[in-house]
């Protein structure tokens, strides 16, 4: 019999089987346990930063944890896309409530605050996120293509030009004069408000280039005809007619009746 | 009707205006239309006399205006012949007033309005302050021809018939008969076949077929359920689109609207059945008159017809919920196949887009 055996049933040695014990399956759980898949690239300070920013300016609206209130959908989900655009085109955080979130010139946040408060929103669940540059800047699109898609799917609310339009109630489709490429794409992807879901399996990201190109396309291109009247087509033409030609012809008529001084 | 008193105090007229009835036959007669004694009449406004007319200095300023209207003309017209040649057709300035716009255009379209105008504001300036402006009154000649006239007239008309034999020969006037009756049909044909199609029961089926898959539009692939998320919405049409001889006319009754729910927010069971897992596919036609109902409002789930207004509740059915679309839109039964791309499970049990007479009977 050897020295350990001896002992073993001295009263320590159940206290030091227990720790032998512990040691083991502590060791053996750090070795062998999966890991969870870092889906986010972002460093967790930036994540945290992101937390600090959404307590503070979405909260009262979104809920403490993002789970959404009576004023506000929940967040979980919604992806990085989503909060780049609503904050980044300043329609987030929405000053009070109305029937859509217009879209706003001053941005209240910088681009590394927009993409602190996304991150910490993309933590939450995953969702679409940001997309790559090479989709969204709209260069090497076809823009014949993306004019084709625009008409069918995007046309009947935007209208042909992206020049807006009407929905019910009080909502609106508004006009896609000068939106950068990648506030584009993330509508598309996010669906923002009324605006249904163009996932990147609807509407691949080559095609959605090529939407950006038309729509960028369109806000470069000169009227060689002179005003546009805003591409609203034959309203505000008729509008134009009515008020300026028919002004101008009943002038005339006037004029014509009058007897001279 | 009213009576009144005449000058000798006895009862004229009935009706209050007193003068008898004037027949056709009498000739030229003068009357005064009937008026009561009370109105007389006030003659034309009193002539007020021009500057022109007053001053030989007024009609001098109006001869200089005249003249600077005409030179303004022919300077526009310089202008055009000019520019016509000088300004190159692309070129693109900035206008105050209207933005960038084709110079070549504007200047061409300005020039031309002053060369038309100066002439025509400048003829009329002219006559209004310089030409004579005295009141003239022109009689109206009688408008009856004398009985000799008349009677000329109807004598020929009546020997016109015997002098054509249509008297004598009434083979001429039956076939003529015939051949002008005849006449009317093509355009009654035409009229009465613009009404539909004769084969009615074309404008009750569509493409779509049990099997046909249904494909993106406009890139015409296939769609499998896992890519169609939550508020998504694809704009679609039958696979066999490609096979069509008259792609418009099929497009123009087969496109389908393709969006997927919670299934929990849909309220009618048979909208939940004959879709696949809360993606539901409807017809783009609108029921009201057929335009396409594009316009999906993903938070409140309602369609919008951009023509009339019509909205449709997806959550039920499709059911109107405002404008003029008398009946919902019908909903397109699809499943999913053995590689997990959505078809149609049936072709439409209805017919889609506006009403028409034969809509309801088999």
């Given at each position: 019999?050897?020295?350990?055996?001896?002992?073993?049933?001295h009263?320590?040695?159940?206290?030091?089987?227990?720790?032998?014990?512990?040691?083991?399956?502590?060791?053996?759980?750090?070795?062998?346990?999966?890991?969870?898949?870092?889906?986010?690239?972002?460093?967790?300070?930036?994540?945290?930063?992101?937390?600090?920013?959404?307590l503070?300016?979405?909260?009262?609206?979104?809920?403490?944890?993002?789970?959404?209130?009576?004023?506000?959908?929940?967040?979980?989900?919604?992806?990085?896309?989503?909060?780049?655009?609503?904050?980044?085109?300043?329609?987030?955080?929405l000053?009070?409530?109305?029937?859509?979130?217009?879209?706003?010139?001053?941005?209240?946040?910088?681009?590394?605050?927009?993409?602190?408060?996304?991150?910490?929103?993309?933590?939450?669940?995953?969702?679409?996120?940001?997309?790559?540059?090479?989709?969204?800047?709209?260069?090497?699109?076809?823009?014949?293509?993306?004019?084709?898609?625009?008409?069918?799917?995007c046309?009947?609310?935007?209208?042909?030009?992206?020049?807006?339009?009407?929905?019910?109630?009080?909502?609106?489709?508004?006009?896609?004069?000068?939106?950068?490429?990648k506030?584009?794409?993330?509508?598309?992807?996010?669906?923002?408000?009324?605006?249904?879901?163009?996932?990147?399996?609807?509407?691949?990201?080559?095609?959605?280039?090529?939407?950006?190109?038309?729509?960028?396309?369109?806000?470069?291109?000169?009227?060689?005809?002179?005003?546009?009247?805003?591409?609203?087509?034959?309203?505000?033409?008729?509008?134009?007619?009515?008020?300026?030609?028919?002004?101008?012809?009943?002038?005339?008529?006037?004029?014509?009746?009058?007897?001279?001084? | 009707?009213?009576?009144?008193?005449?000058?000798?105090?006895?009862?004229?007229?009935?009706?209050g205006?007193?003068?008898?009835?004037?027949?056709?036959?009498?000739?030229?007669?003068?009357?005064?239309g009937?008026?009561p004694?009370?109105?007389?009449?006030?003659?034309?406004?009193?002539?007020?006399?021009?500057?022109?007319?007053?001053?030989?200095?007024?009609?001098?300023?109006?001869?200089?205006?005249v003249?600077?209207?005409?030179?303004?003309?022919?300077?526009?017209?310089?202008?055009?012949?000019?520019?016509?040649?000088?300004?190159?057709?692309?070129?693109?300035?900035?206008?105050?007033g209207?933005?960038?716009?084709?110079?070549?255009?504007?200047?061409?379209?300005?020039?031309?309005?002053?060369?038309?105008?100066?002439?025509?504001?400048?003829?009329?300036?002219?006559?209004k302050?310089?030409?004579?402006?005295?009141?003239?009154?022109?009689?109206?000649?009688?408008?009856?021809?004398?009985?000799?006239?008349?009677?000329?007239a109807?004598?020929?008309?009546?020997?016109?018939?015997?002098?054509?034999?249509?008297?004598?020969?009434?083979?001429?006037?039956?076939?003529l008969?015939?051949?002008?009756?005849?006449?009317?049909?093509?355009?009654?044909?035409?009229?009465?076949?613009?009404?539909?199609?004769?084969?009615?029961?074309?404008?009750?089926?569509?493409?779509?077929?049990?099997?046909?898959?249904?494909?993106?539009?406009?890139?015409?692939?296939?769609?499998?359920?896992?890519?169609?998320?939550?508020?998504?919405?694809?704009?679609?049409?039958?696979?066999?689109?490609?096979?069509?001889?008259?792609?418009?006319?099929?497009?123009?009754?087969?496109?389908?609207?393709?969006?997927?729910?919670?299934?929990?927010?849909?309220?009618?069971?048979?909208?939940?059945?004959?879709?696949?897992?809360?993606?539901?596919?409807?017809s783009?036609?609108?029921?009201h008159?057929?335009?396409?109902?594009?316009?999906?409002?993903?938070?409140?789930?309602?369609?919008?017809?951009?023509c009339?207004?019509?909205?449709?509740?997806?959550?039920?059915?499709?059911?109107?919920?405002?404008?003029?679309?008398?009946?919902?839109?019908?909903?397109?039964?699809?499943?999913?196949?053995?590689?997990?791309?959505?078809?149609?499970?049936a072709?439409?049990?209805?017919?889609?887009?506006?009403?028409?007479?034969?809509?309801?009977?088999?």
């Amino acid at each position: 019999m050897n020295a350990l055996a001896a002992r073993r049933r001295h009263p320590a040695a159940i206290v030091l089987l227990l720790l032998l014990g512990l040691l083991v399956t502590g060791f053996a759980y750090a070795t062998f346990a999966p890991r969870t898949a870092q889906a986010s690239t972002a460093a967790q300070s930036q994540v945290e930063d992101g937390k600090k920013l959404f307590l503070a300016n979405c909260a009262t609206c979104h809920g403490l944890q993002a789970e959404g209130t009576k004023v506000g959908p929940s967040l979980a989900g919604v992806g990085a896309a989503a909060v780049d655009f609503q904050m980044g085109t300043g329609r987030m955080p929405l000053a009070g409530p109305a029937v859509q979130a217009p879209r706003k010139q001053e941005i209240q946040f910088s681009q590394a605050e927009i993409s602190a408060v996304a991150a910490y929103v993309a933590s939450l669940a995953p969702g679409p996120g940001i997309p790559d540059a090479k989709y969204s800047s709209g260069e090497g699109g076809d823009v014949a293509l993306g004019g084709e898609l625009f008409r069918v799917n995007c046309a009947m609310c935007h209208n042909f030009a992206g020049s807006g339009g009407a929905l019910t109630r009080g909502k609106y489709a508004p006009n896609l004069r000068n939106v950068s490429g990648k506030h584009i794409y993330e509508a598309m992807v996010s669906g923002p408000q009324s605006m249904p879901v163009f996932n990147d399996q609807n509407i691949s990201p080559e095609s959605k280039n090529a939407i950006v190109a038309y729509l960028h396309a369109v806000d470069n291109e000169e009227n060689v005809g002179g005003f546009s009247l805003g591409n609203l087509g034959p309203v505000s033409e008729g509008l134009f007619a009515w008020v300026f030609g028919l002004g101008l012809l009943v002038g005339f008529a006037v004029w014509l009746g009058k007897k001279a001084a | 009707m009213s009576e009144h008193e005449g000058r000798r105090g006895e009862v004229v007229g009935t009706d209050g205006f007193g003068a008898t009835a004037v027949r056709l036959d009498q000739g030229h007669v003068e009357v005064h239309g009937g008026l009561p004694e009370r109105f007389s009449n006030p003659g034309l406004p009193p002539h007020v006399p021009r500057l022109s007319d007053l001053h030989e200095k007024g009609a001098k300023r109006a001869e200089k205006q005249v003249a600077t209207l005409f030179g303004l003309s022919a300077l526009g017209t310089l202008v055009f012949l000019v520019c016509y040649f000088a300004i190159d057709q692309e070129q693109v300035a900035f206008i105050p007033g209207i933005g960038k716009a084709n110079l070549y255009n504007v200047v061409l379209g300005v020039s031309l309005a002053f060369a038309l105008l100066g002439i025509g504001v400048g003829a009329v300036h002219w006559a209004k302050t310089l030409m004579p402006d005295t009141e003239m009154v022109e009689e109206r000649h009688t408008l009856r021809a004398s009985d000799a006239d008349r009677q000329r007239a109807a004598d020929d008309f009546l020997a016109g018939g015997p002098a054509a034999q249509l008297d004598r020969r009434p083979l001429i006037k039956y076939s003529l008969g015939g051949a002008l009756g005849l006449f009317a049909l093509p355009l009654v044909l035409q009229l009465v076949g613009g009404l539909g199609p004769f084969n009615i029961q074309q404008l009750k089926h569509t493409i779509w077929k049990k099997g046909d898959r249904l494909v993106r539009d406009p890139e015409r692939t296939p769609i499998r359920a896992d890519q169609v998320t939550v508020g998504s919405v694809y704009h679609v049409l039958p696979e066999s689109i490609k096979d069509s001889q008259h792609v418009l006319e099929d497009k123009g009754k087969a496109a389908v609207l393709l969006m997927r729910l919670n299934p929990d927010e849909i309220k009618v069971k048979k909208e939940r059945d004959w879709g696949h897992d809360g993606i539901v596919a409807y017809s783009k036609i609108c029921t009201h008159v057929g335009c396409p109902v594009g316009l999906y409002e993903q938070t409140t789930h309602h369609l919008l017809c951009p023509c009339h207004q019509s909205t449709f509740d997806v959550t039920d059915d499709c059911k109107v919920i405002f404008g003029p679309a008398k009946r919902p839109l019908p909903q397109l039964k699809i499943t999913v196949d053995s590689e997990g791309y959505l078809v149609a499970d049936a072709p439409f049990a209805q017919p889609v887009g506006p009403s028409f007479w034969e809509r309801d009977r088999t």
